[in-house]
């Protein structure tokens, strides 16, 4: 989550550290996937954004973190 966060963040201080520590917990290869992924939400938020999709109002997830069997209140903001 550091590297994930650190990219989100634009901390350019701890983004190192973090890729090093995701590297040896990881690997290459999956550090290369993690950053694959942080890239694409990375697009999808700002695709929404762009169009002004509602994402930003937790009532519209509800339902679905429902049918996956969670709350969004479980999850720490």
């Known amino acids: 989550m550091?590297?994930?966060d650190a990219l989100d963040q634009h901390a350019t201080t701890d983004l190192a550290e973090a890729r090093d520590q995701l590297v040896s917990a990881v690997g290459k290869a999956?550090?290369?996937r993690a950053a694959g992924v942080v890239a694409t939400f990375q697009m999808?938020?700002?695709l929404l954004?762009?169009?002004g999709a509602?994402?930003?109002n937790r009532k519209h997830f509800?339902?679905?973190a429902e049918a996956?069997?969670?709350?969004?209140?479980?999850i720490p903001r």
């Open 2 to 4: 550091a590297f994930a």
């Open 30 to 32: 999956g550090a290369e």
């Open 44 to 46: 999808m938020n700002r």
């Open 49 to 51: 954004d762009g169009v």
């Open 54 to 56: 509602p994402v930003n």
């Open 62 to 64: 509800e339902p679905v």
């Open 68 to 74: 996956l069997g969670f709350k969004l209140s479980d």
